[in-house]
């Protein structure tokens, strides 16, 4: 089990866990739009406290969700990145969608 979900009040958080890669992604993307095409949340949480190591796969399965979500009228949160993955997310321009949630000094970095 490579996510952990919880849904409420339409909101649907999908804790990842683990490693992000091509394989693990792949599995986490099909479990993840299962559950916004059967629920249309208004709000998916990505939650990337978990996450030990991403590769661009990661920034695929952020990206993939957003287009997703964005079809049923929803929007995507990105939160709880640790800083060690936090370089490679605000590279790929991520944050120019305004999906990223920083706490903190985070924010301010």
């Not at 958080?13 to 059967?38: N, Q, S, V």
């Not at 990206?63 to 979500?69: A, D, F, H, P």
């Amino acid at each position: 089990m490579y996510v952990q979900v919880i849904l409420s009040q339409g909101e649907l958080t999908a804790m990842l866990l683990g490693d992000i890669d091509h394989h693990t992604a792949r599995e986490m993307r099909k479990e993840i739009d299962a559950l916004i095409e059967k629920h249309h949340p208004t709000l998916l949480r990505l939650d990337y406290s978990a996450v030990q190591f991403m590769d661009s796969s990661g920034i695929g399965l952020i990206m993939g969700r957003y287009r997703l979500m964005r079809l049923i009228g929803g929007t995507v949160l990105v939160c709880n990145v640790p800083p060690h993955l936090k370089r490679l997310i605000d590279l790929s321009g991520i944050g120019s969608l305004g999906v990223l949630e920083y706490k903190g000094k985070e924010a301010l970095k």
